[in-house]
């Protein structure tokens, strides 16, 4: 009998030992393989790519259609031919989260993303979240924010009007080169989009204050020849508007080519880059930057993108300091806090965070705090 105790015991200390490690055993295993993976010159010590991090995920060709009409399109033609129905996209979005969670391990950051995601009834979008959120997945829904509140409340509620989720994570992607959007046909400015940022982020608001349900938003846009001059305008006008972080992605030649309308390699992703500072006081951009390369992995291989993150409390920006550099990969995240463990996911400790070009889903390159 004391035998058995004995035995017992040991399985429970076993199973309290593997419950309480910084990180789970078969994502040690996944962040080692992915750091082999890895060329030799990217395995910097400011690489977290295989050391945090196996890299930000996201759904692929599950719901290409879309009703906007932008320059660049990264769809094909036939993208809204495409079927997108509800017990299509979840079996499509759970078989892909699986094979993720089985390669890459638990609780990485995903993108339910394809075409439009609000195109999807609340109940089919809240059943793909529940998908992904079973593969110890962390989603974040990639939406061009023209939507009503009746259909956040939807997507955020169950039936009987008690919220099935804590928290949404929502990119909402503006730029005056998308057209289409509701009130506003055709942009000619990006200031003109900054009713619809605000708007897109007082619902979120509003969603919290009546049903207690949290949010963190990023800002996605693309930056062309037309509206590269306007990058340092969108932070300064919206950066307090609640975006947790913004992601200035160089256009590329990807997609439908009818939808190419500008030479996209007339300017550098050295020229976004030096967007940076734009008109913000050089005194509050000091510290903090993580600097990283993107390779898209399609057609334009060729078309790189860098981004920075800037950490900043209440909405001001403050981060300026270079980090590293990931050239094929395309994924860096920022150190660390000792008190983080490692595989847990990065934490804000109530900083905002700011991202220029590359950390696409908003939730990878989130400052873990300094």
Same mark, same amino acid.
């Given at each position: 009998? *004391? ?33 082999? !993976? ?11 790519? +295989? ?5 930000? !995920?996201?759904?692929? *060709? ?35 989260? +699986? ?140 950066? *307090? ?17 009818? &939808? ?22 050089? &005194? ?65 400790? *109530? ?20």
């Amino acid at each position: 009998m *004391g035998g058995i105790s004995q035995t017992r015991l040991a399985r429970a200390v076993r199973a309290m030992e593997l419950a309480t490690r910084p990180v789970p055993v078969d994502l040690q295993a996944a962040l080692e393989l992915r750091w082999q !993976e890895l060329p030799d010159h990217v395995k910097t010590p400011a690489q977290a790519l +295989g050391r945090r991090s196996t890299g930000c !995920e996201g759904t692929h *060709g599950v719901f290409p259609r879309c009703d906007l009409a932008c320059t660049p399109c990264y769809h094909s033609r036939e993208a809204n031919r495409v079927r997108v129905d509800g017990p299509h996209t979840t079996a499509a979005v759970d078989a892909q989260m +699986g094979l993720l969670r089985q390669q890459r391990g638990p609780g990485q950051h995903a993108q339910l993303i394809g075409g439009e995601v609000s195109l999807l009834s609340p109940e089919d979008h809240a059943a793909a979240l529940e998908a992904m959120r079973r593969h110890q997945r962390k989603p974040m829904s990639m939406s061009h924010g023209d939507f009503d509140y009746d259909y956040l409340r939807a997507l955020a509620l169950a039936t009987d009007g008690t919220p099935r989720f804590s928290h949404l994570s929502f990119a909402g992607h503006f730029d005056s080169m998308m057209f289409g959007r509701r009130g506003l046909r055709r942009v000619h400015d990006e200031t003109e989009l900054n009713p619809h940022r605000l708007a897109f982020c007082e619902m979120f608001r509003r969603l919290q204050r009546e049903h207690g349900v949290g949010h963190y938003l990023a800002h996605n846009m693309t930056v062309t020849p037309r509206n590269l001059h306007q990058v340092s305008d969108v932070i300064r006008d919206c950066r *307090g508007y609640g975006f947790r972080m913004f992601s200035f992605q160089p256009a590329a030649f990807i997609g439908n080519s009818a &939808r190419w309308k500008d030479d996209y390699r007339e300017f550098s992703d050295d020229e976004v880059w030096k967007q940076r500072h734009g008109r913000w006081p050089a &005194r509050r951009a000091t510290r903090g930057i993580e600097r990283s390369r993107r390779h898209h992995l399609r057609a334009d291989a060729r078309r790189a993108s860098r981004s920075f993150n800037i950490c900043t409390p209440g909405g001001v920006p403050i981060a300026a300091r270079r980090r590293g550099t990931e050239r094929r990969t395309g994924w860096t995240t920022c150190p660390p806090r000792r008190d983080h463990p490692v595989g847990a996911g990065p934490r804000c400790s *109530g900083r905002r965070c700011v991202s220029l070009g590359g950390g696409a889903c908003g939730l990878e390159s989130r400052m873990a705090g300094a």
